[in-house]
């Protein structure tokens, strides 16, 4: 009636699971990432063009990284990137921030206009980017109707090289508030509800509750969608390259659409290769503090 | 009477704030829905009669009835390309954070580090030797290529937000089984996955999302035979007078699935959003 | 059933020395607890016994053969969870079913047996149900009849009554005790509740950081205590221990706290055997075992009532004796009638009898 001691040895052992099910993925990613990173970094080394495979790669040592550092177009497009990324996330902060704000309370519906407000932020960049061409557009744009009381004239948002960049700050802004607002809301909701309590009885005025209470509990989190977004800022292509393709000139060639015309326009391939690396370096200072950050609000390690 | 006053001031730029954030997707839809002559009216008409020709003239070639026009042929593109990297992505990504939550592994939090920040990384950046060498092997244009390059980009997303799942069902569940004659793959299937099925679910539907809208990689390895979706519909704009009409309607279509997703998985989101950071 | 039998048991977690060489002999349809406060080690021994924990060093026997290869699912035995880990997506039938079907019993059996495991625990109208919808005790229960639909060699039962309400946790004491004794099954049973303990145990087993204190049955265990440990988390209300010294009383050995009015003669054997700890003793006596009287009597020790806790069967009575550095609060237990007010005088006896000795630096018992 009882079973006996010894068993099937058919089952496998824990060690043999664990291989199983970490093996595949590991070698997915080193296969479709390290791999070719590695073999670009070969290239970065080299004068190389893509387009014409019959030319062999040339030995150049580091003139293609040393190119860079003297090239006016590559720090004109940083400088573009940093004030994108800056403008765009300070107003989603702002924003997000401020909105959350005003959503902090019981009303009817919350659930659903929450989910609303979360659309924008789900769409591919690069649709995002072409419909609110048509709603830029000085003709029969949306927004050029709705402003023309106030300006008394038509603005061509995305091909006047003074308003191109504030377009795209906008066009971003609309997307990814709502994720600040969202991520504000997850922190507020979270601060337990007695040290307000508590400040009252103390009778705290509303700032001092805000600025003791508040901003130090959230602090974190807000931190957290920061670096996110900058880092997500940083590397935007999609939505540029639908609106504008880093025009009017170069007003608002970021440095993601610098190294794809770069690569497979000019096919400057040994050259977009070591700008490449570059961006990669930063990406991963960059991502290596949103990784520790977020473990450290997650929990572990 | 100061609460009250707050408490509308506050609605009425909740109001504000969802006209803002919801008008240009209204319009788009508007737009998809009209004549010609009611796009390029000045100013812009917000009531009109709606038509069903942009559509029409996505989906159907003239005279030739049901065939696969260009922008049906991407859209189709899409849908495989996309859900077969799904699949593909949650299957790998499920086991390995099961791995990772269970088996304590020397060095776990550096491969964990490593798994996220390949999705960290600029597609621009991985394209260009993603780009050689998927010449080299012939993968260029084709469904496979993509697949392969998606279920990697997705799988480390599918990782991390997996293994918040997991480390959520208490290890007791596993344990009983084994004690009770299970081996350990048997308690993963019996036991584990049934609880894990809501979180599976959630970080199917993101990778589905995130695979869907995708573009850079789509943009540069691919071209007529597996093109997807978002790369083919601006593209269009290019040619002629531009037919806004059609490209709205391509674009709704193309938003359609994922504003239907984002709602069915709206208690998830902020999971989704934020690598499994915040919960609720 | 079987016989369980475990020799230098180690286990590090990290830096954390959970078991530090235990050793002990669980013997055939035995109910032994594991008893300990948190931290004690004594879950950690019983999961190794398990087999979901791997030990760093150590044997475990059941039934004489070496298990510590052995994965959980060979070594037949059963484990009942602090938390039931009752399968939440299976109904109570299928919960109690799962050990079955890994074994592939045929239909008829299986059904049989769950249903007379269903019988025995009252537990077939929730048959049907998912755990969910079911009380803590219904859980209990279920997780109980999981273990048992096995018919294993040795039961495991982790803190299986700690989430139950204290009438239900009393009612199920006495009823795991008597199906255990029914089955006839060798269980061992870890709680850090003495009460349990001591009314479930056939052998009590009692643990410390990692340690194994004492193995005894409970009236052993609760008579001759063989450290201090176990003379104070025995007990409840808990032992009372003096520090106290060898002096005399008139010219008679005797244990006398310095400073105050407890002074207690002795026989000179017993001093005898107590001189090689004189200065660093401690006494242990029992609240039962200190007996109060209104009236000063000869040899008896003047005391004041600091606070009284009628209990209804009994009363407990806070005494305090002596004063400044040597003050000490003593426990009496005494009859539901006693009364009396907060700072009256009262005096008392210990039952010779009845006292332990300890020495203060190695906490071992003097006999």
Same mark, same amino acid.
């Given at each position: ?132 061409? @048509? ?49 504000? @809301? ?116 | ?280 | ?279 660093? =003793?401690? =006494? ?84």
């Amino acid at each position: 009636m009882t079973v006996t001691l010894a068993r099937r040895r058919r089952a496998l052992s824990d060690y043999q699971v664990k291989m199983l099910f970490l093996m595949p993925t590991l070698l997915l990613l080193v296969g479709m990432n390290v791999f070719p990173l590695i073999w670009s970094l070969h290239l970065s080394f080299h004068d190389y063009a893509a387009d014409m495979p019959g030319r062999p790669p040339r030995a150049v040592g580091v003139a293609n990284y040393t190119a860079l550092l003297h090239d006016p177009n590559l720090w004109r497009n940083f400088q573009v990137t940093a004030e994108f990324v800056v403008l765009a996330v300070a107003a989603q902060f702002l924003i997000g921030f401020g909105v959350a704000l005003l959503l902090n309370r019981e009303f009817k519906g919350k659930g659903l206009i929450t989910t609303l407000i979360l659309l924008p932020m789900m769409l591919s960049p690069a649709v995002v980017g072409l419909f609110w061409k @048509l709603i830029l557009d000085p003709n029969w744009g949306l927004l050029d109707f709705l402003i023309r009381p106030v300006t008394h004239a038509s603005v061509p948002w995305l091909t006047n090289d003074r308003t191109a960049l504030p377009a795209l700050v906008m066009i971003d802004t609309w997307m990814w508030s709502p994720f600040m607002m969202l991520i504000s @809301l997850a922190g507020l909701n979270a601060v337990p509800r007695h040290l307000y309590e508590a400040a009252e009885v103390d009778r705290a005025s509303g700032w001092f509750k805000f600025r003791h209470i508040t901003l130090p509990l959230i602090a974190p989190l807000l931190l957290l969608a920061l670096i996110f977004r900058t880092m997500d800022a940083f590397k935007l292509f999609d939505m540029v390259w639908v609106a504008t393709e880093g025009g009017p000139g170069d007003v608002t060639k970021t440095v993601s659409v610098g190294l794809y015309v770069q690569a497979f326009r000019e096919w400057r391939t040994g050259e977009a290769c070591a700008l490449a690396y570059v961006l990669l370096v930063v990406i991963i200072a960059l991502s290596s503090l949103y990784i520790r950050w977020l473990s450290r609000i997650r929990g572990e390690a | 009477m100061n609460g009250r006053l707050k408490r509308t001031l506050a609605l009425t730029a909740v109001g504000v704030v969802l006209v803002i954030y919801l008008l240009p997707i209204y319009w788009i839809v508007a737009t998809s829905f009209k004549e010609y002559g009611d796009i390029l009216a000045r100013p812009p008409r917000f009531l009109f009669v709606p038509t069903l020709r942009n559509y029409a003239a996505l989906f159907l070639l003239p005279g030739q009835g049901l065939q696969a026009t260009p922008f049906a042929a991407r859209l189709l593109n899409s849908v495989i390309i996309a859900s077969f990297s799904t699949v593909l992505a949650i299957a790998l990504g499920t086991m390995t954070a099961y791995a990772f939550s269970r088996f304590r592994t020397r060095g776990q939090s550096d491969w964990l580090f490593f798994i996220l920040s390949t999705r960290m990384l600029p597609p621009v950046v991985v394209v260009i030797p993603v780009f050689l060498m998927y010449r080299a092997l012939g993968l260029f244009d084709t469904h496979v290529g993509l697949i392969m390059l998606y279920t990697a980009f997705n799988v480390s997303f599918a990782v991390w937000l997996l293994k918040g799942f997991m480390d959520e069902i208490p290890k007791e569940y596993e344990e009983a089984a084994l004690v009770d004659g299970y081996s350990r793959l048997q308690a993963f299937v019996r036991v584990v996955l049934p609880q894990a099925v809501a979180g599976i679910a959630a970080t199917s539907v993101f990778c589905l999302i995130s695979a869907w809208n995708e573009f850079a990689f789509a943009l540069v390895l691919t071209q007529r035979t597996a093109q997807t979706a978002p790369p083919y519909i601006p593209s269009v704009v290019g040619s002629g007078a531009t037919e806004w009409g059609r490209i709205a309607a391509g674009t709704v279509a193309f938003l359609l699935p994922v504003a239907i997703f984002t709602f069915i998985m709206r208690k998830h989101l902020l999971r989704g959003a934020t690598f499994g950071a915040l919960k609720r | 059933m079987a016989h369980v039998r475990i020799e230098n048991l180690v286990k590090h977690f990290d830096e954390v020395l959970a078991v530090n060489g235990i050793s002990l002999d669980v013997r055939d349809r035995e109910f032994t607890v594991f008893l300990g406060p948190s931290g004690s080690g004594k879950t950690t021994t019983l999961r190794a016994i398990a087999g979901l924990e791997k030990p760093d060093s150590g044997d475990i026997y059941i039934d004489d053969v070496r298990v510590n290869d052995l994965p959980p699912a060979d070594r037949d035995i059963a484990f009942v969870f602090q938390f039931y880990a009752l399968y939440p997506h299976l109904s109570v039938y299928d919960n109690l079913a799962f050990p079955l079907r890994a074994v592939h019993m045929s239909k008829a059996d299986l059904d049989e047996r769950v249903r007379e495991v269903a019988r025995v625990l009252h537990i077939e109208p929730t048959l049907n149900r998912k755990p969910a919808k079911l009380s803590g005790g219904e859980q209990q229960r279920v997780a109980l009849g999981r273990a048992m639909v096995r018919r294993p060699k040795v039961f495991l039962m982790d803190e299986p009554l700690t989430n139950l309400d204290a009438k239900m946790r009393a009612e199920m004491r006495a009823k795991l005790k008597r199906d255990q004794s029914d089955l006839g099954a060798t269980t061992i049973y870890v709680t850090h509740d003495q009460v349990e303990a001591m009314s479930m145990g056939d052998r009590i087993a009692v643990m410390d950081q990692g340690r194994l204190l004492q193995v005894g049955p409970p009236e052993q265990v609760y008579d001759h205590p063989q450290n201090l440990f176990v003379a104070g988390f025995i007990g409840s209300p808990a032992m009372n221990l003096i520090n106290c010294q060898l002096g005399a009383e008139g010219d008679r050995p005797a244990l006398v706290v310095p400073g105050s009015p407890l002074s207690l003669s002795i026989a000179s054997d017993l001093a005898a055997r107590l001189e090689p700890a004189r200065e660093r =003793l401690v =006494l242990g006596i029992r609240p039962e075992d200190v007996h109060l009287s209104r009236e000063s009597r000869p040899g008896w020790i003047r005391a004041e009532v600091y606070v009284t806790e009628p209990l209804g069967a009994e009363t407990i009575v806070d005494l305090h004796v002596g004063g400044g550095d040597a003050a000490s609060i003593l426990r009496a237990r005494t009859l539901p009638t006693f009364r009396a007010a907060i700072g009256e005088p009262i005096w008392m006896e210990f039952d010779r009898e009845r006292m332990h000795c300890f020495d203060r630096a190695s906490g071992q018992a003097i006999s």
